[in-house]
C-alpha cells in the first residue's frame, strides 16, 4: 500500500485526517501526521519529518501531502524527497484530494494515484451559487 505523510502548519491536518477518516473510514496503517507549530525550532521540524519518513518508507510508494507551495513544510520535505526513489510531495491539501487518497491507495498503483489526488484536489476548488443561476436547458 502506498503510505502518506500529512505535513501542515499547526492541526490543520490532524483536523483534514479526521474528516476524511470520518467519510472514507479510519486509516488503520501507512498514515503520519506531522503537524508544524511557530514554537518548534527548524531542527526539530526536520527531525519530526525525518522520523515520518523512516516510519512510512514503502516499496509501494509514499506521498506528502503538504498545506501550501513555499511554506516550511514543503522547505523541509523536498531535499528529503529528492532521494526518495518512489515519492510525489503535493501541496495545497484539502479534504477531497485526503478522501480520494485514502479510498485509492490500496488499489491504484503510484502514478495514477499521484494524479487522481491532484485532479480530485481541483475539481473541489470552485464557485457553486453560481449553479443555481443557470437556467435549465
Not at 503535493?90 to 489526488?117: E, H, P, Q, W
Amino acid at each position: 500500500m502506498i503510505n502518506l505523510i500529512v505535513i501542515t502548519h499547526g492541526e490543520f491536518g490532524a483536523y483534514l485526517i479526521e474528516a476524511a477518516e470520518g467519510i472514507v473510514g479510519v486509516q488503520a496503517a501507512g498514515l503520519k501526521n506531522v503537524s508544524i507549530s511557530p514554537r518548534m525550532t527548524l531542527e526539530r521540524v526536520k527531525d519530526a519529518v525525518a522520523r515520518a519518513i523512516e516510519d512510512m518508507r514503502s516499496e509501494d510508494g509514499l506521498i506528502f501531502l503538504i498545506d501550501m507551495p513555499g511554506g516550511t513544510p514543503m522547505n523541509v520535505v523536498l531535499p528529503l524527497a529528492k532521494d526518495i526513489q518512489k515519492c510525489a510531495v503535493i501541496c495545497g491539501v484539502n479534504i477531497n484530494m485526503m478522501t480520494s487518497a485514502f479510498a485509492y491507495r490500496a488499489t491504484l498503483d503510484f502514478d495514477k494515484l499521484s494524479v487522481k489526488i491532484v485532479e480530485d484536489g481541483r475539481k473541489a476548488i470552485c464557485e457553486v451559487k453560481s449553479l443555481l443561476l443557470k437556467k435549465p436547458a
